[in-house]
């Protein structure tokens, strides 16, 4: 059984930064994946990486260029840096753990799923 807490979630101003915390245990043979819910709204994907040596990562459009994904597998900790905040990046985050490192954009890949931290983007 894989335990996935996140952190980092707050208050940040449009065009600051934030950057979140996944701690897994048993953590080097999952990908990991950073999912966003807006009120309303279904969750969604915002990036993923590999398992391992994390050398592939993989971004939703709206986010590319602004957030990055990077894991530490000595710390058991997957960390979302997320640049240039927007409004629209407001939701609760959640980290998932996949076994498998393909479609790692949808929900329905991952096995586990951490509690979820609350991000939100004032104007």
């Known amino acids: 059984q894989v335990q996935l807490v996140e952190s980092g979630g707050g208050l940040v101003q449009a065009g600051g930064s934030r950057r979140l915390s996944c701690l897994a245990s048993?953590?080097?043979?999952?990908?990991i994946g950073w999912f966003r819910q807006a009120p309303g709204k279904d969750r969604e994907f915002v990036a993923a990486?590999?398992?391992?040596?994390?050398?592939?990562?993989y971004y939703t459009d709206s986010v590319k260029g602004r957030f990055t994904i990077s894991r530490d597998n000595g710390k058991n900790t997957v960390y979302l840096q997320m640049e240039d905040m927007k409004p629209e990046d407001t939701g609760v985050y959640y980290c998932a753990a996949s076994e498998s490192n393909y479609y790692l954009h949808l929900r329905t890949t991952y096995d586990y799923w951490g509690q979820g931290t609350q991000v939100t983007v004032s104007s």
């Open positions: 990486i590999h398992h391992w040596s994390g050398a592939d990562t």
């Open positions: 048993g953590f080097s043979r999952y990908a």
